[in-house]
């Protein structure tokens, strides 16, 4: 298949093999056009968080932080399973330093954007500090047994 460029007449095509995969992030309103322009001309397939995706010594990790996420701002900000894919795991545990690499670096920027697009500057602060504790905490992916009901 080939398209005939406006102006300058020249043919265009794109070999049958080649697939264009794009990521877009729903919650960014500043590109609202954009999305809608894309979402007339390609098809879109949504991929939600797979925690089955994420390395066995984390998954416990990734689904305390997502249900964090769930319950504070929603769906559409939750964290993929790609952050936790890479992770180097020893012995079957994650270490803190780790936990802390990954936090820092990938998973902090992106939630103190959303927390701050919700959340006055305090309260953003408070939510994020809540969310690393979940994260790196000394559980290391075991649930901890705080509950003293019983």
Known sequence: MFVRL???KDFFTIPSNLFIIGTMNITD???SKLDIALRRRFIFVEIKPNHNLVCEAFRDKFVELNQFILENLGEDYLIGHSYFMNVNVRSGKISKS???RIFNQEIEPLLREYLRS?????ESEKKLKEA????IGE???EKSN???NG
Do not use: A, C, H, L
């Open 6 to 8: 406006p102006y300058s």
């Open 132 to 135: 690393k504790e979940i994260f």
């Open 118 to 122: 919700e959340y006055d500057e305090e």
């Open 98 to 100: 780790e936990k802390e």
């Open 146 to 148: 705080t509950d003293t």
């Open 139 to 141: 559980n290391n992916g």
């Open 29 to 31: 309103q500043s590109i």
